[in-house]
């Protein structure tokens, strides 16, 4: 699409957007891959649509306040970029369209605390578990709170979890095949520490040394998505400064945000002095189900142990891992080289859960719509296990497979070849 | 130069909206009051993005109606009418002649949300409002052992009303006929608001309506047919080092008696643009690849055609590859689906032509072509439905850089290859604008009268969809 953006004006994150508006050929086959396209049904709430708009807003055609309602709308879940044969970098565009445009929006009080709390709350994994034993010990009263409220307390577990710190190195168990560097994650300590207890495990039961370097933080991705890029730059180059890529043979992430998060820093500090260190270091990165996956397909995975009866799985593809980072069949052929286990296909397997990042506290009745409508997809194929690798997806199926009346386990994927591997599946 | 030549780019002067203005405001107003708040888009944020469709901007209009009942658009073409500014019917908008690009400010009637349908196995028939998505027929049908076989590549997104607008084939219509073919009835909503119900009887109306563009009337929602899904299908692939030989190699196969389901053909470019985005492994040292199903009830024939195709393809100078399993014939297919965006990774701009040309002519209109391209600045590459003639030649360019006048030249010296060659101007995707001033050349003016004498029948005023298909009349200037 021929667009007049001032790329001058702009720097390093106008090329960005100016290269993903070139891109698009406005042919519309990202409109059925696009969940807001499905569930209104306009071009404004479509990723042509968008693309449109973020064009016309740079260019100055347009004021700001009028695009951004269909831009908050967009669950940043890459669909588009899955289904569009023009390479358009959707993506890249949106996040960077975020950055530049955060800072001149206009929010009310109420929006702006409560953006800077989610902001301060993410990243600080005890402030998170403190935030969230509070929220728990207020659910009863959600029916009489403002839907901005209840929304973020109708996803918060029964229970949560006491936090597990996790040690800072993990010896491989046996003979040592390789050595990684893990990043913590923010939410999921709080929410579901087994998550990461699970991943030790298996990596050190298939020879893997894992070192988790002091310094890490949170990844920045949800900052980023917000459009708080400052917030976010301070936390990239920490990470930055944490991790020393040439140290390790992989940096693994479990978390599908988190990982595509790290994916992104080249992009992220384009044109800036860091980006050839973010380079490096992206590089380096992958989801840990890519990584054992590699050593499935060498043929040096430690075979799991037969489940105990057969088992269905429904795998449940995260936006992050299977759109932004294009990662779907190393999951699947991990939780398949589990004897005993068949995995089972989700119908619209490619429609987002609803959950994407903050999107449930800013956009709740959309996240609400999505979040139901998938867990009837996945129930529809009654497994007995429901598997994704990304803690918002497994809080937004779990919350509405609850709702919906079923008890089906949702669990991490590693969570299950942990399972496996100690007999307990 | 024609304000048509210069909507090719996106920043045409016809691009910037004329704000929300008092037309747009009462024009809005009306309609709201019509229709409630829900189906009415005035903001200008929401009108700028129904300008356009997939190949060309247009103006932005003054407001957009998203009905979900054939009332609500009898109730919107009224308002517009009252109101007397022109009227655009939009699908999905993923046409390629700039068909659904106003051309002035006026009224767009978007119907992807009327999107009822149901199936009659008894009576092998589906009923689809207009902006039913076409996958969506087939996917209905399926369960009652039947298919809806028009199949633009665009299947995934395009509607049903979009589809009978401009007539769409795809790869299978060589075998089973495009869109119209399959219209049993239809209904739809005239300049003044009337709501008409049409059968294929006495005057064919429902026909006329049917590649009309949206110039003649608005359908609203059509009976289609069904038919039982062929048992056994097969695919091949083969490639060439030159295109005129993969031409060539088709006339051949269907000279010795194949008939294939689809005869699709793709010249390096596009392979390699497509590879690009799947990584399917395509040869991307061939000049042309040719994508073949043949399929029927019985299994022993179909495998016979393709044998015929085999050795067709072969005699004409190339390699075949016959798909191994289902799947890989269907990942094939979705490459072939995918070469018109693809192109997007060559030039952000195209000018798309859509000529048909007999049969025994393609290995000359093909290769003259090539040499049309090779010898201007701009990639032309080719792909079609070469099974029927239908070839898509497409000059890729960037507007910024190159002289969208040329483009314009190059792409009238190609449309007169095809009318050299007693080829026709569009299989399928229509005139529109972008193809509009080629009518000259493509029609006698006796039949190009005739043509705006059927215009003027059904839409006086000229209200819908101005600017299309018929190229404005000789004014005759005084010496």
């Known amino acids: 699409m021929n667009n007049e953006i001032p790329v001058q004006t702009l720097g390093g994150q106008g090329e960005v957007m100016a290269h993903a508006v070139d891109a698009c050929v406005h042919c519309g086959f990202c409109l059925p891959a696009c969940p807001t396209y499905a569930l209104l049904g306009d071009e404004m709430d479509s990723p042509r649509g968008r693309i449109v708009l973020m064009k016309e807003v740079l260019e100055g055609g347009l004021p700001l306040a009028d695009a951004a309602p269909h831009l908050d709308r967009c669950l940043g879940c890459q669909a588009c970029v899955t289904a569009c044969p023009s390479g358009v970098p959707y993506g890249e565009l949106i996040t960077a369209f975020r950055g530049w445009s955060e800072p001149q929006r206009q929010r009310s009080a109420f929006d702006r605390s409560k953006r800077w709390a989610i902001l301060k709350a993410l990243p600080a994994p005890k402030l998170f578990s403190v935030a969230a034993r509070v929220g728990q010990f207020a659910k009863p009263l959600a029916p009489v709170l403002p839907a901005a409220l209840r929304g973020p307390l109708d996803l918060l577990p029964e229970t949560v979890p006491a936090m597990q710190p996790s040690p800072k190195v993990t010896p491989a168990r046996g003979v040592q095949r390789g050595r990684v560097a893990f990043l913590v994650g923010c939410a999921q300590q709080a929410l579901a520490p087994n998550f990461n207890a699970a991943t030790l495990r298996v990596l050190a039961r298939n020879g893997i040394e894992v070192v988790i370097p002091d310094g890490q933080g949170c990844c920045g991705a949800a900052a980023l998505h917000t459009g708080a890029r400052d917030e976010a730059l301070k936390l990239v180059r920490a990470n930055l400064d944490a991790f020393h890529p040439d140290d390790f043979d992989a940096i693994l992430s479990n978390a599908a945000g988190c990982g595509a998060g790290l994916k992104e820093y080249p992009m992220v500090l384009h044109g800036e002095p860091d980006e050839a260190r973010a380079k490096a270091f992206a590089a380096k990165v992958m989801d840990i189900s890519e990584y054992l996956n590699t050593l499935l397909q060498h043929g040096e995975l430690e075979p799991p142990v037969p489940a105990s009866r057969p088992l269905t799985v429904a795998y449940h593809d995260a936006c992050h891992l299977a759109h932004a980072q294009g990662v779907r069949a190393a999951p699947r052929a991990l939780l398949r080289a589990i004897p005993g286990v068949t995995v089972l296909e989700v119908p619209e397997g490619d429609l987002c859960c609803g959950s994407a990042g903050t999107y449930n506290l800013e956009q709740p009745e959309l996240a609400g719509q999505l979040g139901a409508r998938k867990a009837k997809n996945i129930l529809s194929t009654t497994p007995d296990l429901i598997a994704s690798g990304n803690i918002g997806c497994h809080t937004q199926i779990q919350s509405h497979v609850r709702r919906q009346g079923s008890p089906t386990p949702v669990l991490h994927t590693i969570e299950i070849l942990d399972r496996a591997y100690r007999g307990e599946l | ?479």
């Open chain 2, 1 to 479: 130069m024609s304000t048509e030549k210069l909507a090719l780019t996106t920043n045409s002067g016809a691009r910037k909206p004329a704000s929300a203005g008092g037309a747009s405001t009462a024009l809005a107003a009306d309609l709201t009051r019509a229709l409630g708040p829900r189906k009415v888009l005035s903001n200008l944020s929401e009108r700028l993005n129904y300008r356009y469709d997939a190949i060309q901007f247009g103006a932005t209009p003054l407001a957009v109606v998203l009905p979900e009942s054939t009332e609500d658009v009898v109730a919107a073409v009224r308002a517009a009418r009252a109101a007397g500014v022109p009227i655009v019917g939009r699908g999905a908008a993923s046409g390629l002649s700039g068909g659904a690009a106003p051309l002035e400010p006026g009224l767009v009637i978007s119907f992807t949300r009327m999107t009822r349908l149901s199936i009659h196995p008894e009576r092998r028939e589906a009923t689809a409002q207009a902006g039913v998505v076409t996958l969506a027929v087939t996917e209905a049908a399926k369960p009652h052992g039947l298919i809806y076989p028009p199949d633009p590549a665009s299947f995934r997104t395009s509607t049903i009303g979009g589809n009978l607008a401009e007539n769409a084939g795809g790869p299978m219509c060589f075998k089973y006929g495009v869109s119209g073919d399959y219209v049993r009835a239809l209904e739809f909503v005239d300049v003044d608001g009337e709501l008409h119900r049409l059968t294929r009887d006495v005057f064919d109306l429902a026909g006329l309506l049917i590649g009309s563009e949206g110039t003649l009337g608005l359908i609203t929602e059509a009976t289609l047919r069904l038919i039982p899904p062929p048992k056994f299908t097969r695919t091949l692939m083969a490639h060439f080092p030159e295109v005129g030989a993969c031409a060539e190699a088709v006339s051949r196969a269907i000279a010795a008696g194949a008939v294939p389901s689809k005869l699709e053909f793709m010249d390096r470019a596009c392979t390699n643009a497509v590879e690009d985005y799947l990584h399917l492994g395509l040869p991307r040292d061939a000049e042309a690849v040719l994508l073949v199903d043949t399929d029927g009830e019985d299994l022993d024939t179909v495998q016979d055609e393709l044998r015929l195709v085999e050795e067709a393809c072969v005699a004409s100078g190339g390699t075949v590859r016959r798909a191994a399993t289902d799947e890989e014939g269907a990942l094939l297919w979705r490459a072939r689906r995918s070469v018109s965006p693809a192109l997007g990774r060559i030039r952000p701009q195209r000018m798309n032509e859509d000529i048909v040309v007999p049969r025994s002519a393609l290995p000359d209109v093909v290769r003259e072509i090539r040499a049309l391209g090779d010898a201007s600045p701009f990639p032309v590459v080719q792909f079609g439905h070469i099974g029927d003639g239908n070839l898509h030649p497409n000059i890729l360019f960037d507007p910024r850089r190159e002289d969208a006048h040329a483009v314009h030249d190059l792409a009238h010296r190609i449309a007169l290859v095809a009318i050299r060659h007693g080829g026709v101007l569009s299989g399928e995707h229509g005139i529109g604008s972008m193809k509009r001033d080629f009518m000259r050349d493509a029609v006698d003016p006796e039949t190009l009268a005739a043509l705006r004498g059927v215009k003027r029948a059904l839409d006086s005023s000229g209200a819908l969809n101005p600017g299309k298909i018929l190229p404005a009349e000789e004014v005759m200037v005084d010496g």
